[in-house]
């Protein structure tokens, strides 16, 4: 595997709630799903994925139903709840202000202080 | 999230908990299908690919953990599985466990026994409304109540800080309602008594002062509600029945509230009637005469806003008024305020000081418990350090491993708590049912309370987390992958470590129990082979009170000298002679004033001696086997028509008189101004308890100071049941309504011996336990050690090394802590037994056989404790131990 960056703490939450926001998706699915948009550069042990997901559903930003995949498998589906979208959007962003405010920070050069 | 949703949640979470469980597990499964599909389609094969996708889903349990956690009601349910791996791990090592949970069962049952005794007795007030505010007056000077029904009326009217004083004296009757006559036992109360103490009738109304019109106008009984459910069988007719006591008749007018028998708290009066009726069971002068204090108790509620010690000033002032008014009658009056429960600081105070010891000492069990299960708890996770290490080595947290190990440790106390709890909820129970004596109406109402329970419960908990305490440093050290590799690390130390010094102060804990314990028997044993001035041995008591069933003393006289001498005439009987009181029969005594024959001024403050009085018929002396040291005893001839005479101890001599042939011929007075002659001087002896110092007495002939009451003494070598019943049917023969009580003079000695015989069992019990655990902590320490050690004992043997070298290398730290400890507790115990002489006679600890007797204990139990690790270690095959290592 190419490198891969270490998840920051707090981050996989809201990456679930992007993966999910493109359309529901199984547990599998989220996993393919942040592999395919982050293109393939986070390290996401796949069990770390459950707890994520089964707190998202008891703080009810996400919800879950029974059904079947493409593989013609049983798998639970996950979606966006009103919450949920709201909170993508808040968390959204609140990354977006701290990522440019990063960014802005680490480009800093000498003749700019 | 607010509680209670938080609670909903928790308890929902733990309905559905399976349901949940099942719902997790299918899409955990349905993850790793759709993996091994996608592993499958780039070119596995299917048994391939779904080992590779449980591999990449990683730590599968640890993630169902974290989900739990997630779910909410995860601490209840990590609890749960934290308990049953206890339990699991547990049952592995069932003799730990048994020995364990019995350990604290024991400590934690004697503690709560000894609290639950403690709360009981001392702590609890009594079952009256408003107890804080009631207090008995105790007399400054002395540990009493005793008051004249004359002082007592104006104690109550002069004195402005009690609300309503009350008084109350014990009286005996024989009461007849229509069956068998019995003897019960009664409180002759002042009338305003239960209003005072603001109690409620269960059946039926109480007396009132209202109802006091003079003497004898108040014929009325209130039954207390244990004697009405034991004797009329709970019949709420007995209101209005006429019983008759002492042949007077009494109308039943109410039942007592249930649990209310009287304000003496271990005291259980079968009624209560009023004190205007006394003269009908004691003498007709006690409600008049200024000098006979009769009247047990005297007590009441203090007056709203009025505190103690205004209270005690007030009542002083009362005291020094009455008197400066009767003189003649009243020595210093002074008072102080006590509780009634335990007869203000008579009782109250040596019960305190004792039982504060006993809880002092049970508690030093209780550590000393926890200091061996602490031992024992760190000998197994050293022997686990393995199992363990590899827990650790897979990932587990050191901090999940010391909640398992505090899980089992708080399984353990809470198993042993219950236990222990348990069996001491029985056997206050017990005792409480208990009825020492059969002549008095005590007992101890000691059952448990919520308190009892609760101490128990913390006192397990507490000891849980401090013996679970103790292995948490090793595990913390715990170095996974050095244990994995070359097994256990820690190494035997040299200096002293905590376990060591733990097992010194239990043993030394042990040794002072068992030190005092020894004192105490010792003591007993002895006191009951003093001398008491009469014979125990061969000795019957029969007590009758003739005036209970009408004699006039004419009569009773006759009576008396038929029964003595039908008695007298059974086959077998050597002597019999007759006392109006025994000495060390419990009962009050009687004292009286003596003043110096040239004393002219008969005045209390002048009087020479206050000795115990006794009244004895001639035979008396013969047959309680006093030994006259000089001049003679009593004949037939000592009767009304000649000059009064009197026996006198050698105590009595020696102080009046100066010396025993001195007395022999001289006089003294008593306050009535009768001149006596000392006729003979008699051995001194034990009056009113075992433990008294020497004092005076004087023995004066029934024919010249007739006495109502009767005790005869009977002197023979048959044996006593048959003796007993062989003068049970002479009496009923010649009164069949005589209510009799017949003992031997041995039996009737309990009451004395009670306080001396429940220090010995508690402390001979304590001592038991202590030995108990110190058995277990060196046993525990020994075999640990040995086992240990076993590589190096194989290779010192491999090498040569001699049974005693063995011997020595594997138990020589064990032994050594023995001695200390053993030589602490000695030294200790025998400071402690200071204590102990106030309590049983001639508990002296400077005893050879006492001394021996600790050493030969600590001893044997060194020995029986070290004997199977001592085996263990000979019995080494170092060829075998080498191979297998």
Redesign the interface.
């Known amino acids: 595997m190419p490198d891969q960056a270490q998840l920051l703490p707090g981050t996989l939450d809201l990456l679930i709630l992007k993966a999910v926001s493109l359309g529901p998706l199984h547990g599998y699915g989220v996993l393919l799903r942040i592999a395919q948009i982050t293109g393939q550069a986070l390290l996401i042990e796949q069990g770390a994925l459950y707890p994520a997901l089964f707190r998202l559903v008891r703080q009810g930003l996400l919800k879950a139903e029974w059904g079947t995949s493409e593989n013609n498998r049983r798998a639970k589906f996950y979606e966006l709840t009103a919450a949920g979208r709201k909170r993508f959007s808040e968390e959204t962003e609140s990354w977006n202000r701290l990522s440019t405010a990063m960014t802005a920070a680490l480009a800093a050069q000498v003749e700019e202080v | 999230m607010n509680l209670l949703e938080s609670l909903c949640s928790r308890i929902a979470a733990l309905l559905q908990r399976s349901q949940m469980n099942a719902?997790?597990e299918?899409?955990?499964r349905?993850?790793l299908?759709?993996?091994a599909?996608d592993l499958e389609r780039s070119g596995l094969d299917r048994a391939t690919a779904e080992r590779r996708a449980r591999v990449?889903?990683?730590?599968?349990e640890?993630?169902k953990e974290?989900?739990h956690?997630?779910?909410?009601g995860s601490s209840f349910t990590t609890l749960m599985r934290d308990l049953r791996f206890a339990v699991r791990v547990l049952r592995k090592s069932p003799g730990f466990a048994v020995t364990a949970v019995l350990t604290l069962a024991l400590a934690i049952g004697a503690n709560s026994v000894v609290f639950g005794v403690l709360n009981a007795l001392i702590l609890r007030p009594l079952d009256v409304p408003n107890a804080d505010t009631l207090y008995m007056l105790q007399h400054g000077d002395e540990a009493s109540s005793y008051q004249s029904y004359p002082d007592y009326l104006d104690l109550r009217n002069r004195n402005h800080s009690i609300e309503d004083l009350v008084a109350w004296g014990a009286d005996v009757a024989s009461l007849d309602s229509g069956g068998d006559p019995s003897l019960i036992w009664m409180e002759s109360t002042t009338g305003n008594y239960f209003d005072a103490l603001k109690l409620k009738p269960y059946l039926g109304r109480y007396f009132h002062a209202s109802d006091e019109h003079g003497m004898n106008s108040a014929p009325y009984v209130v039954l207390t509600y244990s004697y009405w459910q034991d004797h009329f069988q709970g019949d709420r007719r007995v209101v209005g029945r006429v019983v008759r006591l002492n042949k007077h008749p009494f109308t039943v007018i109410g039942v007592a509230q249930p649990g209310f028998s009287g304000t003496l708290m271990f005291f259980n009066v079968a009624m209560f009637v009023p004190i205007v009726n006394h003269a009908q069971f004691g003498s007709g002068d006690d409600l008049i005469k200024r000098d006979n204090r009769w009247i047990f108790m005297l007590m009441g509620h203090l007056k709203q806003g009025v505190t103690r010690a205004q209270a005690i000033g007030d009542l002083n002032a009362v005291g020094a008024d009455i008197q400066r008014m009767y003189p003649r009658d009243n020595g210093k009056l002074t008072f102080t305020l006590t509780r009634p429960n335990l007869y203000g600081d008579y009782l109250g105070r040596p019960v305190t000081a004792f039982m504060a010891a006993l809880m002092m000492l049970s508690s030093l069990i209780l550590l000393a418990a926890c200091a061996n299960l602490g031992s024992l708890f760190a000998a197994r996770a050293a022997d686990r350090s393995r199992e363990l290490a590899l827990r650790l080595a897979l990932g587990s947290s050191r901090l999940r491993i010391l909640r398992g190990l505090f899980t089992e440790a708080i399984l353990i106390s809470l198993a042993g708590g219950s236990l222990g709890l348990a069996a001491s909820i029985g056997l206050l129970r017990g005792l409480s049912a208990w009825r020492p004596f059969t002549r008095w109406p005590i007992h101890m109402p000691l059952t448990p309370d919520a308190k009892v329970y609760v101490l128990a419960v913390l006192l397990a908990i507490v000891s849980g987390l401090l013996f679970g305490a103790v292995p948490v440093k090793q595990v913390l050290r715990t170095n996974p992958y050095g244990v994995v590799k070359s097994g256990s690390t820690t190494r035997p130390t040299r200096r002293l470590g905590v376990r060591e010094v733990l097992l010194v102060v239990q043993i030394a804990i042990c040794a002072v129990l068992v030190t005092s314990s020894l004192v105490a028997v010792r003591g007993l044993a002895r006191s009951l082979h003093s001398d008491f001035g009469f014979d125990v041995q061969n000795s019957v008591l029969v007590k009758t009170d003739l005036s209970m069933i009408g004699y006039t003393p004419e009569r009773a006289a006759q009576m008396e000298k038929r029964m003595m001498d039908g008695i007298a005439s059974i086959p077998g009987v050597e002597s019999a002679g007759l006392i109006d009181h025994l000495p060390l029969g419990g009962d009050d005594g009687e004292d009286t004033l003596v003043f110096a024959d040239t004393t002219t001024d008969l005045r209390t403050p002048n009087a020479a001696d206050h000795p115990d009085r006794f009244h004895i018929s001639p035979e008396y002396l013969h047959a309680a086997n006093t030994t006259l040291v000089a001049g003679r005893g009593f004949t037939g001839h000592d009767d009304q028509s000649v000059p009064l005479v009197a026996i006198v101890n050698r105590h009595f001599a020696i102080k009046l008189f100066g010396s025993v042939p001195n007395a022999l011929g001289r006089y003294f007075k008593f306050p009535d101004g009768k001149r006596l002659e000392v006729t003979g001087v008699v051995e001194d002896g034990k009056y009113d308890n075992i433990t008294e110092d020497p004092k005076s007495a004087i023995f004066v002939p029934l024919l010249q100071f007739p006495s109502s009451s009767t005790n005869i003494v009977v002197h023979s070598k048959r044996d006593p049941e048959e003796l007993s019943e062989a003068i049970r049917n002479l009496l009923r023969r010649m009164d069949s309504e005589l209510p009799v009580y017949i003992a031997t003079r041995y039996k009737d000695l309990d009451t004395m011996l009670f306080p001396p015989r429940m220090a010995t069992l508690s402390l001979g019990v304590l001592g038991m336990m202590g030995a108990i655990l110190s058995i277990t902590g060196i046993f525990g320490m020994a075999a640990y050690s040995v086992s240990k050690r076993m590589k190096e004992l194989g290779i010192r043997m491999a090498l040569g090394a001699q049974r005693g070298e063995v011997l020595r290398a594997a138990l020589g730290r064990a032994v050594r802590l023995l001695a200390l400890g053993s030589a602490t507790g000695l030294f200790l115990g025998l400071l402690a037994s200071r204590v102990l002489a106030s309590i049983v006679y001639q508990a002296t600890p400077r005893d050879p056989l006492v001394l021996a007797g600790v050493v030969l204990a600590m001893a044997l139990l060194g020995l029986f404790a070290t004997w199977i690790p001592a085996q263990r270690a000979l019995t080494i095959n170092p060829l075998i131990l080498l191979r297998e290592e």
């Open positions: 719902d997790l299918d899409e955990l349905s993850h299908e759709h993996r599909d990449e889903f990683g730590g599968r640890k993630y974290a989900i956690r997630e779910l909410g």
